[in-house]
């Protein structure tokens, strides 16, 4: 009878020089980083939902409403401001016109469509 010795994959890779990417750290990015946007020269490209962005959201319950998406200290919900840490910010960050976005609130999902976006520079 052959007997198999367990290999691990630090030790195959060592042994072999190869190295499996089952094996390589994870990359892990938390939300804020999942909304970051990678610059670029295309100035063609229609602007997408970050903190400081006004949006205006079309919602088939609510019709067509504005928001301004800003840091949790300066939300104010009456003035349509709200906090980048709540759900529907959440939700929109990185988003375009056009994009359809789901936003998971605590009574269900709410379906949204991004109208428009005009960032604040």
Do not use: K, W
């Amino acid at each position: 009878m052959m007997v198999r010795s367990r290999v691990s994959g630090r030790e195959y890779g060592e042994r072999t020089g190869v190295r499996s990417p089952a094996f390589q750290p994870a990359q892990r990015m938390d939300t804020r980083e999942q909304h970051m946007l990678i610059g670029s020269d295309d100035t063609t490209s229609p602007p997408t939902v970050t903190v400081g962005s006004r949006v205006r959201v079309s919602d088939p319950d609510y019709g067509v409403e504005s928001y301004r998406v800003v840091a949790a200290e300066d939300s104010d919900p009456a003035r349509q401001a709200i906090s980048e840490d709540c759900a529907l910010a959440q939700a929109l960050l990185g988003h375009r016109p056009g994009d359809r976005v789901r936003i998971q609130a605590p009574f269900g999902n709410r379906y949204v469509t991004v109208l428009d976006v005009v960032s604040q520079s």
